[in-house]
Every structure is written in structure tokens, then in C-alpha cells.
Nanobody
Framework: VQLVESGGGLAQPGESLIVSCAAS????????MSWYRQAPGKEREWVAS????????NYADSVKGRFTISRDNRKEMVFLQMNSLTPEDTAVYYC?????????WGRGTQVTVSS
């Protein structure tokens, strides 16, 4: 099983970034997919989720209206489009797959928002 994040980097406040997660080794379409993030000195926090069926999405209040999660079941990938970035969005972003009690994590990709 692998979840490999990519697309992080440096952005200025107000700019946009997209992070991607490529999955392999499990039945991707069956799993709910999420993004979490962990800022320096803080606990990991949930950012957004997309259900396996029908693609229902949910967002943390801190990113609602700015971030969009999506998935491509054929390519076995999940994406997080991040708009209107602020320095408070600086964190390592982690991809998560969950189905019942089974859960997988990626290693994360760094997103830094700074002028």
C-alpha cells in the first residue's frame, strides 16, 4: 500500500497551490479519502474529506470556501486545490485513506505560505 503526496511548495499569501496524492496497493474507489495537515508545534488536524461513493465532500471551517477536494477513481488519485492561501495554511499536508477500521497514511508534502 502506498499513498504518495506531491505538489507542495512555496506560495505567497493569496496565491493558489494544488497538492496531489497517488494511491496504489488497495481498492481505491472503496475508500474515503481525506487530507490532514500538521503545522510546526501543533497537532495534526483534519482539513477535508471526500466519500468513496457519490463524492460527498466535507471541509474544516478554516478552509471552507477556499479549498476543494476531489478524486479520480480511474487514476486512483485525490487532489486538494488550495486558493487564497494564508501563512496559517503553512503545514505538512498528509493524504489519508480510510474504510472502517483500515487506515493508510502518506508521508506528507510541505506547503509554505510566506511573502
Amino acid at each position: 500500500v502506498q499513498l504518495v503526496e506531491s505538489g507542495g511548495g512555496l506560495a505567497q499569501p493569496g496565491e493558489s497551490l494544488i497538492v496531489s496524492c497517488a494511491a496504489s496497493g488497495f481498492t481505491f474507489w472503496w475508500y474515503d479519502m481525506s487530507w490532514y495537515r500538521q503545522a510546526p508545534g501543533k497537532e495534526r488536524e483534519w482539513v477535508a474529506s471526500i466519500k468513496s461513493i457519490a463524492g460527498v465532500t466535507n471541509y474544516a471551517d478554516s478552509v471552507k470556501g477556499r479549498f476543494t477536494i476531489s478524486r479520480d477513481n480511474r487514476k486512483e488519485m485525490v487532489f486538494l486545490q488550495m486558493n487564497s492561501l494564508t501563512p496559517e495554511d503553512t503545514a505538512v499536508y498528509y493524504c489519508n485513506a480510510r474504510q472502517g477500521s483500515t487506515e493508510y497514511w502518506g508521508r506528507g508534502t510541505q506547503v509554505t505560505v510566506s511573502s
